[in-house]
DNA sequence: TTGTACGCGTTATCAG
DNA sequence: CTGATAACGCGTACAA
């Protein structure tokens, strides 16, 4: 059997009271020696403390859940990673939760969570969301959003990405290459993070006075198979110079297709991801993208949450995370190819 | 303030012990009457059961640790997934750990995790093992490793991967097709791991009568530049027709330089690498490998761990993995192409 | 068929 | 400086 803290209290032949207070350093009003008796006699029990009880007096567990679609996905990868740093580094751990994009999942694991008592959760939603149901939906945790929407209760905070400016300086690279007809391979467009891309890639061909083409948009899905696809059916427009794509695994997808085309990157055709997942940088040629710093979102949601939940103020509960455009390999000046 | 069980009691004007038995499903043999005006309560106050004090009782908190190294690693992100949908599968929840390959930060999880009275931990441990220093550390929680050795008390079970036949068969693939010089890029030797491919591959080059050269192995990191700048260095013996590799991270940065040095993959020179990540099928060539099935490796060390808690016997406390060849892209007869 | 009362391991308040 | 003691929310003998 596991020592207690009573077991400790009676060995020592203090109270619980004293105990406690050792345990948790408020020993300023204890003697010295019964402070180095209590110890000894912890060291000797290899006493440990049960966070359980203690939660039940505190209210606190330091534990947050972390809900994500899939950690296979590369984004979803790395923001977890910085989600558990940022949570260990501030003492709390973190509750592993894959809904699989699925609202139904996601409710239940929300649902298990709370019954866990756990002090806040990280939420990278499903896609597909569900206004009515969401709002009937009881939320009583703190939550905060990455990246994705949700229209629950109880959202304290959102971290979001500025898609649309990634976007737009990706696209206006393009164009500022000699680029004028511009792909745009989507992922599924009924999706904010979609509809944001698709806006910024719209101003920024409007910007430059060329004009916006429904033609040169093609929806699909955020999978390699749509961007191989795509190229290998035959749908590539020939006026077409340059795909911007709305993450690397299409983009990746379309490379390939177009070299078993024997087409080249970026001689023949420029190609710009979203994302720089890993994959990106080994990829011969080497992806040009727009590199989503999908580690630091998930530390900055996490940090911005245990923020919330020690009482840490802040001016804006929204924090927008800038991109930036990683010029690579795959894309090319017009000029010189023509 | 959100409803308590004795609230509930309150209301309803039962008492505590009433409610327990309904929210847990033992009321047979309680009064239809009460079941029914009991649950309309607890539906009408959006009761929850909270689980840390039902934890207290029961000392079951159906939640599991899981300690990796980095899940950014692909090998540990599938294997994570695998772990989460055990777990969820059975009822329990999992807490996340990264160690970083770091033993002193592993030995705090295990302590956190105690600490928050996980019923089971399933570990991936770190790479460099203290045998000393573990055996004296107190584990009181069951563990069940996953593919690497500890030497903690307290382990349960072990679920290993085949890897001295994983490699043997690589290199037996790699016979077949005519290859006599081959290279091994193998990532750290002082691991277990990579002992037992370094045995298949030598035991594989001498069952064919051809006899292991020490000149042809060398020893790097797990990571792209440990195989890229290998090749790039010039230290490439040019005798050399096929190459095996420690994971396939390896492989691709090996891929990637010979690319730039000019020499095609497999007509130059053939590549196995292993893991079968991702990107294996991705790259171009599509890499050749040995599959690890990683996502059911965290599937059934979870699904062990579990069936140990809930006294589910085993005949073995240890099962070992099979791995697949998968013969893709980057492997090709000697024969055809000289 | 239902209720009482205690214990799980802590922390916190308030006396002494 | 230290110790009783009452919570925290729940499950379960045992009693009624």
């Given at each position: ?9 009676r ?6 009271a ?9 020993d300023?009003?204890?003697?010295e020696?019964?402070?180095e ?30 809900i994500i ?17 940022s949570?260990n580094e501030?003492g709390y751990?973190?509750l592993?939760?894959?809904?699989d ?10 649902n ?14 499903s896609?597909?969301?569900n ?5 009937k939906?009881?939320?009583r945790?703190?939550i905060?959003?990455?990246?994705r929407?949700a ?6 905070g959102r ?9 737009y ?7 500022g ?6 792909l745009?391979?989507?992922?599924r ?5 979609s ?6 890639y719209?101003k920024?061909?409007?910007d430059?006075g060329?004009g916006f083409?429904?033609?040169?948009v093609a929806?699909?899905n ?6 191989y696809?795509?190229i290998?059916s035959?749908?590539?427009d020939g006026?077409?110079?340059?795909i911007f794509?709305?993450?690397?695994l299409i ?7 177009l070299k078993?085309?024997?087409k ?9 991801g ?11 040629p080497e992806?040009t993208?727009?590199r ?8 900055i949601a996490?940090?911005r949450l245990i923020d919330i ?7 804006q509960?929204m ?7 990683v ?5 090319g000046s017009?000029d010189?190819?023509?």
């Open positions: 059997m596991t020592a207690t803290l009573k077991d400790i209290a060995l020592a032949g203090v109270s619980t004293t105990v406690s207070k050792i345990v948790n350093g408020k300023h009003d204890i003697g020696k019964t402070i008796k209590v110890k000894s006699i912890i060291q000797e029990q290899d006493y440990r403390p049960n966070s359980l009880a203690r939660s039940m007096k505190t209210k606190v567990t330091k534990t947050i859940g972390l679609p899939d950690v296979r996905n590369p984004f979803f990868t790395d923001l977890a990673r910085g989600a558990e740093d949570a501030r751990s973190l592993f939760c894959n809904s994009d699925d609202l139904k999942k996601e409710m239940e694991y929300i298990t969570l709370t019954e866990k008592q756990v002090d806040g959760i990280a939420l990278a939603g896609v597909k969301r206004r009515e149901i969401e709002e939906f009881q939320v945790v703190p905060v959003t990455l990246d929407d229209y629950f209760k109880g959202i304290k971290v979001l990405i500025d898609n649309f400016n990634g976007a300086d990706a696209v206006k690279y393009l164009i290459l000699g680029h004028r007809r511009i745009f391979l989507s992922g467009l009924d999706i904010r993070v509809e944001e891309r698709l806006a910024g719209r920024a061909l409007e430059s060329i083409d429904g033609d040169l929806e699909g955020f999978n390699f198979n749509f961007g696809d795509y290998m035959g749908s590539l006026t077409v110079t340059a794509c709305g993450n690397d983009a990746l997808g379309a490379v390939k297709a078993k085309l024997k080249k990157v970026p001689e023949d055709i420029s190609i710009i979203f994302d720089d997942i890993y994959l990106a940088s080994i990829n011969t992806l993208t727009v989503q710093p999908s580690y630091d979102l998930g530390y996490v940090g939940l020690e009482g840490i103020e802040h001016k509960n924090v927008e995370i800038k991109l930036e455009l010029v690579r390999e795959s894309t017009l010189v190819t023509v």
